[in-house]
């Protein structure tokens, strides 16, 4: 039987990727699957939390008695997750929200010019950082655990983003390990808290780092 540990906490969970809509057929994505956040939700669901997830377009499905609040675009993202995380008593966000989005060209499809060789240009816009915009209105109380997919310098990449985004516990991971990150089962953490705690995870199913993640935010 899993431990009630999170009965009655509320926890707000982000996942999968963000789609930045450009034309009427074409948009700006990543290929996040949301396997690292359904494994959060999941284990705080079965140890009793309340959760909400605000996902990204994914293929998953989830409990009927989730709360699961479906939105495209990081702004989307960032409107459900400002408006819930109030009433929250931990977020775990997971989700690969694309920094930028393209200006958008309009609401009909780009044709392509046939007669000139050149390319196009797209111009992008930056994206609200909803994880950095949660950590700084965190009430006393509030835990908040984020991840950070690295292509190098790991550890000093998650010690500024604990400390720059206001964070309880930053969970990261190297993308370019084989085994770790993007559509993978797997996953290999460094994780690191606000009380100075640092820890390097062996690759583990992301249902067991999920397990211990919540285990380390609640100790
Ligand atoms: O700064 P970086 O994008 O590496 O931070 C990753 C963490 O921040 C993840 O937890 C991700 O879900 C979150 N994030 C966010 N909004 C953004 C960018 C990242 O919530 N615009």
Request: include cysteine; aromatic fraction near 8%.
């Amino acid at each position: 039987l899993a431990p009630k540990d999170l009965e009655g906490r509320k926890v707000l969970i982000t996942l999968g990727p963000t789609r930045e809509q450009w034309d009427a057929v074409r948009f700006w994505s990543n290929p996040s699957s949301g396997t690292m956040g359904a494994c959060m939700a999941m284990a705080a669901y079965l140890r009793g939390a309340d959760v909400t997830v605000v996902a990204g377009p994914t293929a998953l499905t989830f409990p009927c008695d989730m709360g699961v609040v479906p939105v495209r675009s990081a702004r989307q993202m960032y409107e459900a997750c400002t408006d819930l995380w109030p009433d929250m008593d931990m977020g775990c966000l997971t989700a690969a929200v694309a920094d930028y989005r393209p200006v958008p060209f309009g609401e009909t499809k780009f044709k392509k010019n046939t007669s000139a060789g050149s390319g196009i240009t797209v111009e992008f816009e930056t994206n609200p950082d909803i994880l950095k915009t949660l950590g700084q209105s965190k009430r006393e109380g509030q835990k908040l655990m984020g991840f950070a997919a690295e292509t190098g310098n790991l550890r000093e990449e998650a010690a500024r983003k604990l400390e720059t985004k206001n964070l309880d516990l930053i969970a990261a991971n190297d993308i370019s390990r084989a085994g770790s990150g993007f559509g993978v089962a797997t996953n290999e953490m460094f994780v690191l808290d606000s009380k100075g705690r640092k820890e390097q995870w062996p690759q583990l199913p992301k249902t067991e780092v999920a397990w211990r993640l919540w285990d380390h935010l609640l100790l």
